[in-house]
C-alpha cells in the first residue's frame, strides 16, 4: 500500500490504513514467561478479565520462596507505547520488570491493557484500573491468585510506568486518591519520561519545533478520539481539579536531557507541590539521554544509575 492510503502515521510505534488495516512497527515480539536462570526471578502469565480482555504477567523475587513468610511489596507496572503498542510481554519489558523484581525485592504485576486503535481511550485506563481492583481482591489473601495471597503485602503498594504507561500510573493514582480501594496502600508511584501534553509550550517547549509539537498532540487525539484536546485532564495535569488527591504519599519523575517530554514532567513535579497534595515528590534527569533510553540501552551507565534510583524508591 502506499503512502497515500494513510489515516494516521505515527512512526516508529504506528501506522493506520485508511482500510481500517494496522500496522504495528514495534512492540509485537513476544517472550513467554520463565524462571530467570540468572536471577531465579519467576514470572506466570493471568487472566484477570475474560471480557474485556485484559491479563498480566506477575513476578516474583527468588528470596519470596526462600522465606515466604517475609511478605514483600508490590509493584503494578504499566507499559509505555503510545497506548497503541508494546506489551508486558515484549522482550524489553519482560526484561526491565524482571531486574527491578530482583534488585527490589518485589512482587510485580506488569498489566496487559488493550490497545489503541482498536480500542480507544478510556479502555486503556478501564483495564488498568480493573487490574488494581483484581490485585486489592486479595488483600485478605484470599484472592484468585496465589502469588498474590502468599508473596504481596498490600499495604506497600507501588504504581510505575514509563511514556503512556506514565501517564496511566498517574491517572490511577489520582483515581485511587478519589476513590479508595479497601486493603490497598499505595506508598508511591515512579513515572518514567511521562507522556503529558498541553496547549501552552512550558519550559524550553517554546524552542520545540512545530512538527514534534503536532506528533505528540496527535498520537493523544488518535488515542482518545472523544477528547477536548491536549488540555483535557487526562494527558494535562495541570488541567486536573483532582491533582491534589493523588492517592499516594510520595513521588519519583524521571526524565530525559534531550527527551520532548523532559519539561513536562519538571512541570509536574512544580503543580504537584502546589496542588495541595502534602506528599514528597522528586524528580530526577539523565544528562544526554533520550526518551526511553533505559529500554533500548538497559546496561549504559545512566540506565543502571536510573534503575538504582527506582529500586531505592521503591525500598
Not at 493471568?46 to 498480566?56: L, N, T
Not at 498541553?198 to 520545540?208: F, H, K, L, N, Q
Not at 487525539?221 to 486536573?240: E, H, Q, V, W
Amino acid at each position: 500500500m502506499s503512502n497515500e492510503d494513510l489515516a494516521h502515521d505515527f512512526s516508529p510505534m504506528i501506522k493506520v490504513y485508511k482500510d481500517g488495516r494496522v500496522e504495528r512497527l514495534a512492540g509485537t515480539d513476544r517472550v513467554p514467561p520463565s524462571t530467570n536462570p540468572e536471577n531465579g526471578v519467576q514470572s506466570k502469565d493471568v487472566v484477570i478479565s475474560e471480557e474485556p480482555a485484559i491479563s498480566a504477567r506477575i513476578y516474583i523475587p527468588k528470596t519470596s520462596t526462600d522465606s515466604p513468610q517475609t511478605k514483600l511489596p508490590l509493584l503494578i507496572y504499566f507499559h509505555g507505547g503510545g497506548f497503541c503498542v508494546e506489551s508486558p510481554f515484549s522482550p524489553a519489558y519482560h526484561s526491565y520488570v524482571n531486574t527491578l523484581v530482583s534488585e527490589a525485592n518485589v512482587v510485580a504485576v506488569s498489566v496487559d491493557y488493550r490497545l489503541v486503535p482498536e480500542h480507544p481511550l478510556p479502555a486503556a485506563y478501564d483495564d488498568s484500573w480493573a487490574a488494581i481492583k483484581w490485585v486489592a481482591s486479595h488483600f485478605d489473601g484470599n484472592g484468585s491468585e496465589d502469588w498474590l495471597n502468599r508473596f504481596a503485602d498490600l499495604q506497600r503498594v507501588f504504581f510505575a510506568g514509563d511514556s503512556a504507561g506514565a501517564n496511566i500510573t498517574h491517572n490511577m493514582a489520582v483515581k485511587l486518591g478519589c476513590e479508595r480501594l479497601v486493603g490497598v496502600k499505595l506508598v508511591g508511584i515512579v513515572l518514567v519520561h511521562p507522556y503529558f501534553w498541553g496547549t501552552e509550550p512550558v519550559g524550553a517547549e517554546i524552542t520545540t519545533p512545530a512538527a514534534t509539537k503536532e506528533y505528540m498532540a496527535g498520537v493523544w487525539r488518535f488515542a482518545c478520539p472523544s477528547t477536548c484536546g491536549s488540555d483535557d485532564p487526562l494527558i494535562n495535569p495541570a488541567k486536573d481539579l483532582k491533582l491534589g488527591k493523588l492517592g499516594c504519599e510520595k513521588v519519583l519523575v524521571c526524565v530525559a536531557e534531550k527527551d520532548g517530554l523532559k519539561d513536562r514532567g519538571w512541570h509536574y513535579s512544580e503543580i504537584l507541590k502546589k496542588s495541595g497534595w502534602n506528599g514528597a515528590v522528586e524528580v530526577v534527569e539523565a544528562k544526554g539521554e533520550d526518551h526511553v533510553f533505559h529500554l533500548f540501552n538497559p546496561i549504559c551507565d545512566n540506565a543502571v544509575a536510573l534503575k538504582k534510583k527506582i529500586v531505592s524508591f521503591l525500598n
